[in-house]
């Protein structure tokens, strides 16, 4: 009989020491639930995040096309050349449709002139290639620099409404409160922080692979400049 009594009396305290342990545990906050307490300041960081992941993924694709290099185009760009079939070239470059086919043909149109001006129309075609390969990454750079700001932004504004808050509780104001509003506050400087830290990484690789591609246009540049000045047999 003391036995059972002592059972009961220690399932009774286990429960009662139990239950506000499971009475306060916090709920977990999904990442919507935490994007919505971001409030407006969420829309255009949002939209920042959704332009730099589009421009990453549409700059892969054309750097990939870009990268594409045939084995064997310069070798029959040599041949041509050195069977004078000039125009059989230059509609080779164009089936090709690659920036350093682009500059290839740009060079063959100035075939005759001096190999200085050849040089200077093939530089020129270059950069206006580089140009094209660009294209979207001041925009990711701009990102990556102004998307933390605008989340710390974000934060001072949440911070200022959460100690507004307080002040005007007065007397009826504690800790709770003001917790709230901090966290609800740092949500955007969250959001800001990995918005641009995509656009950064996103910028530093399409940077790397547009040296990779300066880097092939460069060499072909050289071969099709050493090209012209073989000796004609």
Known sequence: MLQLDTTVITETAATVITAPAAETAPAALSVWDLT?????????????????????????????????????????????????E???ARNLCRRS????????????????????????????????????????????????????????????????????????????????VLADGIYAALVTTVAGLVVGIIALFAYNYLTARINGVMNKLEAKTMEFMDLLNEPVL
Do not use: C
């Open 97 to 176: 449709d690659t920036p350093y086919a682009r500059l290839i043909d740009k060079g063959i149109s100035r075939m005759g002139r001096p190999m200085n001006d050849v040089l200077v129309a093939i530089e020129n075609t270059g950069n206006l290639e580089v140009s094209k390969l660009e294209k979207g990454l001041a925009w990711l750079a701009t990102t990556a620099a102004g998307a933390p700001m605008i989340g710390f932004l974000g934060t001072v504004m949440g911070m200022v409404e959460a100690f507004y808050s307080i002040a005007s509780a007065s007397n009826t104001a504690n800790i709770s």
């Open 86 to 88: 000039i125009d059989s």
């Open 36 to 84: 919505l307490r971001g409030g407006y300041i969420m829309i255009p960081l949002a939209i920042l995040s959704i332009i730099s992941i589009y421009i990453l993924v549409e700059r892969m694709i054309v750097l990939h096309r870009a990268a594409k290099e045939d084995d064997t185009f310069m070798q029959q760009i040599r041949h041509y050349i050195l069977d004078g």
